[in-house]
């Protein structure tokens, strides 16, 4: 791969994060021949796993629940080891545990909650008609979800495919289930719980995953539908359910990694991207920060639109339009990483020792997520932060030195343009999330050892991710399915012949499924075959 | 890559907001001039200014344009100022036409489209110097220069209101010029432009115009209009020099074929209905087009239906017989089917001629030119009287004068 190398690749995919590396798999497994350029030392983007102090290492993405199965079968994961249903300690499913100051927690077990411990009795049967309800609304949007997004006006047998997919499932529901659905799709998630659920612990919770990772709070109109994206996700055929993947997210990346050495992608890290190279409006290569002009005959983005669009094609080279709506795209992240270096395993009272190897949520009550939301609306952090908490160093011991133990966890809201500044406001907010902590899990302070907080900001910076947000542009409404990137352009083509995008910016969207990379490895075959 | 980074480059802007829009007719720098002129009080709003329609009779107004001098005031065209080390490649990706081509001291007809490859505008690129041009237009597109910008280092503003324009236009025109002391005007070759001393300071003259006929353009800063407009007066008295109004120069640049945004197409921004929008191959602007210059807006779209073979229309002049105008008359094959409709006709005193633009439906005026009809309703004494005349596709301009291009041109 030096310049005196004349090879011509078929196809370069810029970006490992987990959908470069799926989607350059999967080009390769169709006869191409593909390199694939990553920036850092390491693969995976905000899924690898850093040692962030001596000895302790951990993963910005830690929980595992949308890595589509599609994408397992396709790059024959569990054949090369993948074990997504053996979480920690041999139990399946990781649990939601909900943790209380001042009470017992409450706890979902199995795929997402499928039995419910420490609530009462009739918040069990009212949990269990709404968690039956919201998958099921869930598995109509999923055809939405994973194929490629719907286009119009045009007979694409795919998005025909799709739209006849949910018209199916919609049908299915029967008329009162599907009066009911449409009725509540747009819904904002704490009306609908307000409907449904007495239980502020179990609102609380359900509240936090509908709005994790976007810029709205359980208030917000449409924020309903942030539940569903979570619910379309599915683990070992079980919709809602996650892992806290044996050996870390990192141990799935190795997999994801393996399957693409094992089709013979050319892999390469410090490799990064500065330009991609146009002629006569078609992609022809690209050039490296180091100055190299490598050649293809097909250019796969697998990071962020904008960056691809804006950065390395660059707006003199795409027509106005198109500028003004990828400059529109709303990207502005709201989640903070902290990870913990502990000297022992933290104490959260009410907490059954097996469920610490879950998730463990702080979001006591739908109100206290939208109270921590109301300041990030205007540019300020959230004095009593909600947050979800695992310590992988459980399920994979090797990520901390014996004794020790990590704790990782998704902090909100953290806008990424903080009106006071991130270098005096990091300080304050690192106080107030430790305060929370200490709140649930009293004398953890004591056993910190380091605390490495990323900002928004930080995260931008070390993955590379455009407002460090977790989707790549937010997920909502107006930035869904053939509004992905931009309307006009959505289903993985750009106006630049030959260049396709790949991430997580494209449709469905965020998180560790590889649909996105998954989908466009298919719309290229496809390309191809029309050529 | 912080996202402000991602924010693109240096486009600096001297003023976003003209304060146009606070008066509801706004006056030029030469109403004064204009007022006095005056004598029909027949107005119009052209883009907000009080502009006369014909000042003492539209008739001879024309005339003027075609046997002697006629002073038009320009100054409520919309115009732009783009400057900096990037302006070239910019205005290239903006409109149409290779930029490269057009060399400093020379203007250019052109347009440019939206992505979907529809005529947001078109106009005059005067390229002031190397690296300084200014766009002359008749809508206005500051917010769709200025995103067309990112990227590029360049400064773009509207000098609407700053800069006063006079078009003066017709036989004598070089004549009063060369009187009014301009020297080496004889040299401007069609297109040429070139600064001249005026007062404290200068006069950009081009040879440029809206009639088809010999003609110049005048551009200076508004403080200095008046004495520009005594100027040529004085010296055009014994050339046979007149003030004109729009009438006159419509019926003598339908002559020349020339269209008009919003007249003779509809621009994109401005049309409501989706099909309403043109590509430039559908209005007669597909020479402007250069595939080969590199990106430019719309290109995509319009190298796409060019070679798909979707372009659905196209703008022709028409030869009609007899001596009605034929104004927004619908036309027909074979008499009885719709195929298009005239967008401005006159009769063309010079080219003593019925004599149309007109838009068709393709294939119609592409592959089938014969056979073709305009049905004209002529009102006479409030009864339409129908009549139904044949018409032929004949090529634009409808007149060609020798006097337009000779240089120098003929004294007078
Ligand atoms: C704080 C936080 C916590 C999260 N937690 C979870 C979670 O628990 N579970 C979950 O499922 N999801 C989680 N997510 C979301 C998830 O991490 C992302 O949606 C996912 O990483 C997107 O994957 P991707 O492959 O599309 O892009 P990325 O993971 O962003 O990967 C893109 C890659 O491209 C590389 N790159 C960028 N520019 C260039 C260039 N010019 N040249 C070469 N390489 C380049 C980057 O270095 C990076 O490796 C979280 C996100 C955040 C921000």
């Not at chain 1, 017992?104 to 077990?109: N, Y």
């Not at chain 1, 013979?264 to 990064?272: E, Q």
């Not at chain 2, 036409?97 to 947001?120: E, I, M, N, S």
């Not at chain 2, 190298?303 to 007899?322: C, F, H, N, S, W």
């Amino acid at each position: 791969m030096t310049s005196s190398d004349r090879t011509v690749w078929d196809a370069i995919v810029i970006g490992g994060g987990h959908n470069g590396l799926i989607c350059a798999t999967l080009l390769a497994k169709g006869r191409r021949n593909v390199l694939l350029l990553e920036a850092n030392a390491e693969m995976g983007g905000a899924a690898r796993t850093e040692e962030f102090f001596p000895g302790f290492r951990d993963s910005t993405a830690h929980v595992l629940n949308r890595l589509h199965p599609e994408v397992v079968k396709a790059l024959d994961l569990e054949e090369l080891g993948l074990d997504l249903l053996r979480g920690a300690s041999g139990s399946t499913f990781a649990p939601s545990v909900v943790l209380s100051k001042d009470g017992a927690p409450l706890t979902l077990h199995g795929a997402y909650g499928e039995t419910l411990t420490g609530a009462s009795a009739a918040e069990q049967a009212a949990w269990k008609d709404l968690r039956v309800q919201l998958l099921r609304y869930a598995g109509v949007l999923k055809p939405f979800l994973s194929r490629r997004p719907p286009e119009f006006g045009s007979r694409s047998p795919g998005g025909l495919a799709a739209l006849g997919q949910a018209a199916l499932a919609m049908k299915r529901l029967g008329r009162e289930d599907m009066r009911d659905f449409l009725r509540v799709l747009l819904m904002n998630v704490h009306d609908l719980l307000d409907e449904q659920l007495s239980d502020d612990r179990l609102k609380g919770l359900l509240a936090f995953d509908a709005v994790l990772g976007s810029h709205l709070g359980p208030r917000s109109p449409t924020s309903l539908l942030g539940l569903y994206y979570r619910l379309a996700g599915e683990i070992g055929g079980a919709p809602g359910a996650q892992v806290v993947p044996k050996g870390g997210m990192g141990a799935v990346i190795a997999t994801i990694r393996a399957a693409a050495e094992h089709a013979g992608v050319a892999l390469c890290t410090g490799a990064s991207v500065a330009k991609i190279v146009v002629e006569s409006g078609r992609a022809v290569g690209l050039a490296l920060a180091s100055g190299e002009e490598i050649h293809a005959d097909t250019i796969v983005s697998a990071v962020n639109p904008t960056t691809t669009l804006l950065t390395l094609v660059g707006a003199p080279l795409l027509d106005t339009g198109l500028v003004r709506k990828v400059k529109n795209i709303r990207m502005k992240g709201d989640v903070a990483k902290l990870n913990l270096a502990l000297d022992g395993v933290p104490d959260f009272p009410g907490v059954a020792a097996q469920d610490l190897h879950g998730r463990l949520v702080i979001a006591p009550s739908p109100d206290h997520v939208e109270r921590a939301f109301n300041p990030a609306k205007y540019g300020e952090f959230s004095p009593e932060p909600v947050m979800e908490i695992t310590l992988p160093s459980l399920t994979d011991p090797s990520l901390a030195p014996q004794d020790g133990c990590i704790l990782s966890a998704n902090v909100q809201y953290a806008p990424y343009a903080l009106k006071e500044g991130w270098e005096t406001g990091k300080p304050k907010f690192l106080a107030a999330i430790m305060a929370q902590l200490e709140a649930h899990a009293p004398g953890i302070g004591r056993l910190a050892r380091h605390a490495e907080l990323l900002t928004p900001a930080d995260i931008e910076v070390r993955y590379l991710m455009p407002g460090g947000h977790w989707h790549h542009g937010e997920l909502q409404a107006d930035q869904m399915l053939f509004s992905r990137p931009v309307s006009g352009w959505s289903g993985y083509d750009t106006p630049i012949e030959r260049l396709y995008l790949a991430g997580a910016g494209s449709h469905p969207g965020g998180g560790i499924s590889g649909l996105p990379g998954l989908n466009a490895a298919r719309r290229i075959l496809a390309a191809r075959a029309e050529r | 890559m912080n996202i402000s980074t991602l924010k693109p480059s240096p486009t600096q802007v001297w003023q976003i907001a003209q304060s146009h829009f606070r008066t509801l007719r706004a006056d030029t720098p030469f109403q004064p001039r204009i007022d006095a002129a005056a004598k029909t009080n027949e107005w119009y709003n052209w883009s907000g200014y009080r502009a006369p329609h014909s000042l003492w009779d539209e008739e001879l107004e024309y005339f003027a344009i075609r046997s002697q001098a006629a002073l038009f005031d320009i100054s409520p065209m919309t115009k732009y100022r783009i400057e900096g080390p990037e302006a070239e490649a910019f205005c290239n990706r903006l409109t149409l036409r290779d930029v490269t081509r057009l060399k400093p001291g020379r203007v250019h007809y052109t347009a440019w489209c939206d992505d979907q490859g529809f005529v947001l505008d078109d106009g005059t690129l005067f390229r002031l110097s190397p690296d300084r041009f200014r766009l002359c237009c008749q809508g206005r597109h500051l917010p769709w220069l200025l995103d067309s910008a990112i990227g590029f280092t360049v400064r773009i503003g509207e000098e609407t209101e700053q800069v006063a324009g006079l078009a003066l236009q017709g036989p004598t025109s070089f004549a009063v010029l060369r009187d009014a002391g301009f020297a080496g005007i004889e040299r401007l070759k069609p297109f040429d432009l070139a600064d001249f001393a005026h007062e404290s300071g200068a006069v950009t003259i081009s040879r440029t115009g809206f009639t088809g006929d010999l003609g110049y353009e005048l551009f200076v800063e508004r403080e200095l209009a008046l004495p520009l407009w005594d100027r040529l007066m004085v010296a055009g008295q014994l050339h046979g020099i007149r003030p004109i109004g729009y009438a006159a120069l419509d019926r003598a640049r339908i002559e020349a074929g020339l269209i008009v945004a919003n007249a003779d197409f509809t621009a994109a921004q401005q049309a409501v209905r989706a099909d309403r929008q043109r590509l430039p191959y559908e209005i007669g602007l597909g020479f402007m087009v250069d595939a080969d210059k590199g990106h430019f807006n719309g290109r995509r779209a319009i190298l796409d239906a060019r070679a798909g073979k979707k372009l659905r229309y196209v703008l022709v002049g028409l030869e009609i017989e007899g001596n009605i105008p034929a104004e927004h008359a619908i036309v027909y094959h074979k008499k009885n089917r719709e195929v298009g409709l005239v967008s401005a006709a006159i009769w063309a005193p010079t080219a003593k001629k019925s004599v149309a633009i007109a838009s068709l439906r393709r294939p119609f005026g592409d592959l089938i030119l014969d056979d073709l009809w305009v049905e004209i309703y002529a009102m006479r004494e409030l009864r339409y009287e129908r009549v139904m005349k044949r018409a032929r596709i004949v090529p634009r301009p409808f007149i060609r004068l020798e006097r337009r291009s000779a240089t120098p041109p003929a004294d007078f």
